[in-house]
């Protein structure tokens, strides 16, 4: 990119954590004139993205990128280090932030909200720690913006104002804030005591730890720890955070906020305790059967749940899982499969929840058994519906075939057989509860409409809602065609490969 | 001149002030004059923490007469880092208290306030820096009877019962003392703290010292609050002005920290009270029983203030956990959550008096609202509030690290849990307030519709100490050497004593 040619490496990361915040401070000046409000947002996702590719560039040509902030504590401080995982996690939410600005337009003035400023202004800076997160170069700096992550979109939760928003914010933050403080920051500590070092590092830092007990134990609390991955018993909160404005729920319930979670999870898998140390745990086992308990359990719920966002959103339990499972199955293979699921699930979960909210703005329905004939009406929204249903199962020729396949290649590379089973039977569930929408919206005729159907009858979204839904289809497909650039960006990661060696 | 009787300053200014301050009468000057004062005796408080920390310790000695006959005053990096957090808050309290007292203390005893206070600040200041084990009690007595004094001057009568309250269970704290005191000076015959140390030392396993020892640590005990000893605080602290309450809330209890640290460590020797006497375990539960007790009243309060106030125990439960793990980090920890405690309940209090300025109640019902009608104090609020918390980049998390750390370093994993589960309550209790501020709407009245912003010289002192809370959360690096450089010095104190003889 010779967008970004004259600046350093180090001045890029900041730059990447920089430019959203002062989004966020813009958009706030701005507030009064809401067309300039979002030429600000929208410039500023561009200008961010454009960011993420130029540091991709680097990343690709072997440049190493960091950068030291401030030393909080002797010899540990705020620092950054950018490495192949962060990126990808980067650029999927960086791109996924245009998209979702775009439909953000369409959504919140279709939809008559109110404190659009607040909102605009929040998730940029949202996306401002996520950035951050991504490029994180230890532990502690990993920490301090999981924090302010979950600082900065509890506004956007609680954003209706309504009982309903404040008692879906309470479960939101209570559980993320009770989990990272009593887990997450002892196991932070915890490695801190043990190693004395917080950075991450290809293959581990606990080559020289001999209390093999107590790295069972921290594994566990890391796994917990980091509630925003959603693992059961701790993932209640996910579902309640569904309460919030659409564009939220599509974003950061499916994107940045849980993302960060399972992203996390794996690069303290990848570079704290190394595949090789993961794999002599004892708790490494316990901890895969309870993701894999998570994936099963969330989408029988899923098949319960009649309004179409909480099924989504037990829908990216299971999905999360996936991710967990992917990491703590300890091969390389899985972890790539792990990696590249970012990615997919991404732009699936997305679309479907672009989706919800579409059609919440333009028939006002929330409710899956409402939505019956509804394809005649909204035919184009319906149809993305299908294309991001089908990635999520995991179906060609949709992106999601290829994050599955490398999971099931990691189980069956690591003879954990139940976990393939698990696999095939959640993929049969994922049907049963997202392909019966959209068929029965195209299938299914409400009584009133025996007339001939014919493009004068639809009613869709609002034009920018129905872009960044044709976009994030797409993405879908393309991803399905084309991932050898995710792919040859996840083979940069140490002792991790699509093609798989069993011997690490 | 300055540079020679510098120990003395911090004590000399404001005790001769006190009654300058009540002669002034009720005027502006009186305000103004007690401010400087304060504020002089801050920058001489800067002085010696840089002496103490170039040169290790600075001794004086008053009226010429060298110790141990005299009284001698001696700061070290231990209690000069104290004794500054002690003398900076009490300049922001005065500056703040001009508003805050027309609301909460009859005109015509505002001139009392100021004297309390300087005497307050006399007497503290006086414990900080004095090295002679009876000349502490005297000048404990100093600040308890003003502090009684301070509580006592509400416009709310209610504030007379919990006055006495305080009086009595503080006297009983002092006497426990000057009976400890009276123990160790009938076994070894001094005073001074250095020679006390040395010849109880010598009387190893004397049962009149085991006897004092007792005595001495449940009467500090009652003054620090420490659970079960803690019933005075809650009531003193509600009823008490609100500027009387940020400035004992963030010094007097703190103080009392330190002086149970002075004694433990350099008097009694830590190696005896912690390995002979087992102190540590009783402190150790007691101070975990604090914690959860505490927050989790604190969390049933509907008054505001007394939501701080079991807060405040509870906090003194994490100093004490901190000196109870008998290590240089535990001790570390404990004194730089002294000072960092001190910032966060003072700008908490801080903009509940606020609050009370304006609307006229503390209740958690009053808060209705406040978030868009005094924003700037409800700022200053959440972030302190987040500091109790501990959130990363206030100085909580700082004190949150450094106590846990401790408690890894002896593999101690149960109570590092319990140490962050405890921060759990404050989410709760923290976390109701804001609700109240950002989430419930004000009620229709009209008097409620007309709250306004804080008055400036409400807002700068808190908005000071929410500065200080942000800026020692990320620069580190000053706060945690002069209190790793304390905890050392103290260990290290307590070791040569082991060798001496």
């Given at each position: 990119m010779n967008l970004w040619q004259g600046f350093e490496p180090g001045q890029l990361i900041a730059l990447s954590i920089l430019v959203p915040f002062i989004g966020a401070l813009l958009v706030v000046a701005t507030g009064k004139?809401?067309?300039?409000?979002?030429?600000?947002?929208?410039?500023?996702?561009?200008?961010?993205?454009?960011?993420?590719?130029?540091?991709?560039?680097?990343?690709?040509?072997?440049?190493?990128?960091?950068?030291?902030?401030?030393?909080?504590?002797?010899?540990l401080g705020i620092s950054f280090d950018v490495e192949p995982l962060g990126v990808l996690f980067a650029l999927v939410a960086s791109f996924l932030w245009i998209i979702t600005s775009i439909y953000a337009i369409g959504y919140m003035r279709g939809h008559h909200e109110v404190n659009q400023t607040r909102f605009f202004c929040c998730f940029a800076l949202a996306i401002s720690s996520v950035m951050a997160i991504c490029f994180s170069g230890n532990l502690l700096t990993l920490f301090i913006f999981y924090e302010v992550?979950?600082?900065?979109?509890?506004?956007?939760?609680?954003?209706?104002?309504?009982?309903?928003?404040?008692?879906?914010?309470?479960?939101?933050?209570?559980?993320?804030?009770?989990?990272?403080?009593?887990?997450?920051?002892?196991?932070?500590?915890?490695?801190?005591?043990?190693?004395?070092?917080?950075?991450?590092?290809?293959?581990?830092?606990?080559?020289?730890?001999?209390?093999?007990?107590?790295?069972?134990?921290?594994?566990?609390?890391?796994?917990?720890?980091?509630?925003?991955?959603?693992?059961?018993?701790?993932?209640?909160?996910?579902?309640?955070?569904?309460?919030?404005?659409?564009?939220?729920?599509?974003?950061?319930?499916?994107?940045?906020?849980?993302?960060?979670?399972?992203?996390?999870?794996?690069?303290?898998?990848?570079?704290?305790?190394?595949?090789?140390?993961?794999?002599?745990?004892?708790?490494?086992?316990?901890?895969?059967?309870?993701?894999?308990?998570?994936?099963?359990?969330?989408?029988?719920?899923?098949?319960?749940?009649?309004?179409?966002?909480?099924?989504?959103?037990?829908?990216?339990?299971?999905?999360?899982?996936?991710?967990?499972v992917g990491a703590l199955l300890a091969s390389s293979i899985a972890a790539a499969g792990a990696a590249l699921h970012i990615a997919t699930h991404a732009a699936g979960k997305i679309t479907l929840f672009f989706c919800a909210?579409?059609?919440?703005?333009?028939?006002?329905?929330?409710?899956?058994?409402?939505?019956?004939?509804?394809?005649?009406?909204?035919?184009?929204?319906?149809?993305?519906?299908?294309i991001g249903a089908i990635s999520i199962i995991g179906l060609p020729p949709m992106a999601g075939t290829w994050s599955k396949w490398h999971l099931a290649m990691g189980a069956l590379d690591a003879d954990k057989l139940l976990?393939?089973?698990?696999?095939?039977?959640?993929?049969?569930?994922?049907?049963?509860?997202?392909?019966?929408?959209?068929?029965?919206?195209?299938?299914?005729?409400?009584?009133?409409?025996?007339?001939?159907?014919?493009?004068?009858?639809?009613?869709?979204?609002?034009?920018?809602?129905?872009?960044?839904?044709?976009?994030?289809?797409?993405?879908?497909?393309?991803?399905?065609?084309?991932?050898?650039?995710?792919?040859?960006?996840?083979?940069?990661?140490?002792?991790?490969?699509?093609?798989?060696?069993?011997?690490? | 001149m300055f540079e020679q009787h510098l120990a003395a300053l911090p004590i000399i200014i404001p005790l001769i002030a006190a009654p300058i301050a009540l002669i002034l009468g009720r005027s502006l000057l009186t305000w103004g004059f007690a401010t400087l004062i304060s504020a002089w005796a801050c920058y001489a408080s800067w002085h010696l923490l840089l002496a103490a920390l170039s040169e290790g310790s600075l001794s004086y000695a008053m009226g010429g007469w060298p110790p141990p006959w005299g009284i001698e005053m001696r700061v070290d990096a231990a209690n000069a880092f104290v004794l500054l957090a002690v003398t900076a808050v009490s300049t922001l309290v005065l500056v703040y208290s001009k508003n805050s007292i027309e609301k909460e203390i009859d005109s015509a005893q505002h001139p009392l306030f100021y004297t309390a206070h300087l005497l307050c600040l006399a007497g503290l200041s006086g414990i900080l820096v004095t090295g002679d084990a009876f000349n502490l009690f005297?000048?404990?007595?100093?600040?308890?009877?003003?502090?009684?004094?301070?509580?006592?001057?509400?416009?709310?009568?209610?504030?007379?019962?919990?006055?006495?309250?305080?009086?009595?269970?503080?006297?009983?704290?002092?006497?426990?003392?000057?009976?400890?005191?009276?123990?160790?000076?009938?076994?070894?015959?001094?005073?001074?703290?250095?020679?006390?140390?040395?010849r109880i030392h010598l009387a190893d396993g004397n049962r009149t010292i085991n006897t004092g020892l007792a005595f001495i640590m449940v009467g500090v005990s009652i003054k620090l609050a420490l659970f079960p000893l803690h019933?005075?605080?809650?009531?003193?602290?509600?009823?008490?002005?609100?500027?009387?309450?940020?400035?004992?809330?963030?010094?007097?209890?703190?103080?009392?920290?330190?002086?149970?640290?002075?004694?433990?460590?350099?008097?009694?020797?830590?190696?005896?009270?912690?390995?002979?006497?087992?102190?540590?375990?009783?402190?150790?539960?007691?101070a975990i029983v604090a914690i959860f007790k505490c927050s989790y009243m604190a969390t049933a309060q509907s008054n505001v203030k007394t939501v701080l106030a079991y807060s405040s125990v509870a906090q003194i439960g994490y100093m004490v956990l901190g000196v109870s793990l008998v290590s240089v980090t535990g001790l570390m920890a404990g004194l730089i959550h002294i000072f960092n405690h001190a910032l966060m309940k003072g700008a908490l209090f801080m903009a509940v008096g606020a609050v009370f300025y304006r609307v006229g109640s503390v209740d958690i019902k009053a808060f209705r609202g406040l978030g868009k009608q005094m924003p700037l104090t409800m700022a200053a609020f959440t972030i302190a509030g987040l500091s109790i918390i501990g959130?990363?980049?206030?100085?909580?998390?700082?004190?949150?690290?450094?106590?846990?750390?401790?408690?890894?370093?002896?593999?101690?994993?149960?109570?590092?849990?319990?140490?962050?589960?405890?921060?759990?309550?404050?989410?709760?209790?923290?976390?109701?307030?804001?609700?109240?501020?950002?989430?419930?709407?004000?009620?229709?009245?009209?008097?409620?519709?007309?709250?306004?912003?804080?008055?400036?010289?409400?807002?700068?002192?808190?908005?000071?100490?929410?500065?200080?809370?942000?800026?020692?959360?990320?620069?580190?690096?000053?706060?945690?050497?002069?209190?790793?450089?304390?905890?050392?010095?103290?260990?290290?104190?307590?070791?040569?004593?082991?060798?001496?003889?």
């Open positions: 004139t809401p067309n300039l409000r979002e030429t600000v947002t929208l410039s500023t996702a561009v200008i961010l993205f454009t960011i993420v590719l130029a540091i991709t560039d680097l990343v690709f040509q072997g440049v190493a990128l960091n950068l030291q902030v401030i030393e909080l504590f002797p010899g992550l979950t600082l900065s979109t509890y506004p956007l939760v609680t954003h209706a104002g309504t009982d309903a928003a404040k008692k879906g914010g309470r479960i939101y933050l209570g559980i993320l804030l009770s989990t990272s403080i009593a887990f997450l920051l002892l196991a932070v500590l915890g490695t801190w005591s043990l190693t004395g070092t917080l950075d991450f590092r290809p293959g581990g830092i606990f080559a020289e730890t001999e209390h093999k007990g107590v790295l069972a134990v921290l594994l566990v609390l890391f796994c917990y720890g980091i509630g925003k991955a959603a693992i059961m018993p701790f993932h209640r909160w996910l579902p309640a955070a569904m309460v919030a404005p659409t564009p939220v729920s599509a974003l950061l319930h499916a994107v940045a906020v849980v993302k960060a979670g399972v992203f996390s999870i794996l690069k303290v898998v990848i570079y704290i305790f190394g595949l090789d140390e993961l794999r002599n745990l004892e708790t490494t086992d316990i901890m895969l059967y309870i993701g894999a308990a998570t994936i099963l359990i969330s989408s029988c719920i899923a098949m319960t749940k009649d309004n179409l966002k909480a099924r989504l959103a037990y829908s990216t339990v299971s999905q999360l899982s996936y991710i967990v909210g579409a059609i919440m703005v333009a028939s006002h329905k929330k409710n899956i058994s409402d939505m019956a004939g509804l394809g005649r009406q909204m035919p184009l929204t319906m149809a993305a519906f299908a976990i393939v089973a698990t696999l095939i039977i959640s993929s049969l569930l994922n049907i049963a509860y997202l392909l019966p929408i959209p068929f029965k919206a195209f299938f299914h005729r409400s009584n009133e409409a025996q007339e001939a159907w014919s493009w004068s009858q639809t009613k869709e979204a609002p034009l920018p809602c129905l872009i960044a839904i044709g976009v994030t289809s797409l993405g879908c497909i393309v991803m399905f065609f084309y991932p050898e650039p995710l792919i040859a960006l996840i083979n940069l990661i140490p002792d991790v490969s699509t093609i798989g060696n069993s011997d690490g | 005297v000048f404990l007595e100093i600040s308890s009877l003003a502090t009684y004094t301070l509580v006592s001057l509400a416009r709310d009568r209610r504030c007379l019962t919990a006055a006495f309250r305080y009086l009595v269970m503080g006297t009983i704290g002092a006497t426990f003392i000057l009976i400890g005191v009276g123990m160790l000076y009938m076994k070894t015959g001094t005073l001074n703290m250095l020679d006390l140390a040395e019933a005075w605080l809650p009531p003193a602290y509600t009823h008490a002005p609100s500027a009387v309450t940020a400035f004992l809330a963030s010094t007097a209890t703190k103080v009392a920290v330190y002086v149970m640290i002075r004694f433990i460590f350099t008097i009694f020797g830590a190696d005896y009270v912690f390995r002979e006497m087992g102190m540590d375990l009783i402190l150790m539960v007691l959130v990363p980049l206030t100085v909580g998390f700082v004190s949150k690290w450094y106590l846990v750390t401790a408690a890894l370093e002896q593999q101690h994993w149960i109570l590092a849990f319990l140490v962050l589960a405890g921060s759990l309550l404050a989410v709760i209790y923290i976390g109701r307030v804001l609700e109240a501020a950002y989430f419930q709407s004000a009620s229709d009245d009209a008097s409620a519709a007309e709250v306004k912003e804080a008055p400036w010289l409400m807002l700068i002192p808190m908005w000071s100490l929410v500065i200080a809370n942000i800026y020692f959360g990320i620069e580190t690096s000053i706060t945690t050497e002069a209190a790793s450089s304390a905890s050392e010095w103290l260990f290290q104190n307590s070791k040569v004593l082991e060798v001496s003889p």
